[in-house]
Every structure is written in structure tokens, then in C-alpha cells.
């Protein structure tokens, strides 16, 4: 299984973006998947996850900014990004589990201000 992330750019503050990832074989369906991002200089942080049969989690400093999603039909995984902030400025990185970890390769997101 490989992840696919793509939707990553450059954008004003205020903007918006949306972030995929690609899957295969169902294995979003297997136990769900979150997203992570890393700033230069920082550790990789979780921001959203759907865990299956789970509330979904959110960071506190993307509530209500941002909205993780899943279609299980096409193995496709969404992060919609909203009022973005310089402070969002980082790679972000899908990822999901299934025996061992899966990770996408990062895409880079860069609000300006």
C-alpha cells in the first residue's frame, strides 16, 4: 500500500486549501487514518483523525478550521483546511495503520501574510 497526498500550495491567509490522499485496498476502512504536519525546526504533529467506530479527533488549533474525511469507496482521504494561518505553514503528511504504519510523502502547505 502506498498514499498518494496531493491539494498542497501556496495561499493568503484567510484562504483555503484541500488535501488528498490516495489509498488502495480499502485500508482507510481497516482502522481509518489521520492527518499530520511538521513546520521546519518542529515536530510532527497530529491535526485530525477518523478512527472507526470512534469520535473523530481534532486539534485544539485547527477546531473549527478544519475538516478531516473519508470515502472508503474510492480509498480516498480528505483534510479541508479553512481561515488558514501563517502558523499553518508546514508539510503535511497522511497517514493510516494496518499491521505496520503508512505514510504519505508530504505535501508542502504555505499560508503568506
Known amino acids: 500500500v502506498q498514499l498518494q497526498v496531493s491539494g498542497g500550495g501556496l495561499v493568503q491567509a484567510g484562504g483555503s486549501l484541500r488535501l488528498s490522499c490516495v489509498g488502495s485496498g480499502g485500508i482507510f476502512g481497516i482502522n481509518g487514518m489521520d492527518w499530520y504536519r511538521q513546520a521546519p525546526g518542529k515536530q510532527r504533529e497530529l491535526i485530525a483523525r477518523?478512527?472507526?467506530?470512534?469520535?473523530?479527533y481534532y486539534a485544539d488549533f485547527v477546531k473549527g478550521r478544519f475538516t478531516i474525511s473519508l470515502d472508503n469507496a474510492k480509498d480516498m482521504a480528505y483534510l479541508q483546511m479553512n481561515s488558514l494561518e501563517p502558523e499553518d505553514t508546514a508539510v503535511y503528511f497522511c497517514?493510516?495503520?494496518?499491521?505496520?504504519?503508512?505514510w504519505g510523502q508530504g505535501t508542502q502547505v504555505t499560508v503568506s501574510s
Open positions: 497517514h493510516t495503520w494496518a499491521r505496520r504504519d503508512y
Open positions: 477518523i478512527s472507526i467506530g470512534r469520535p473523530t
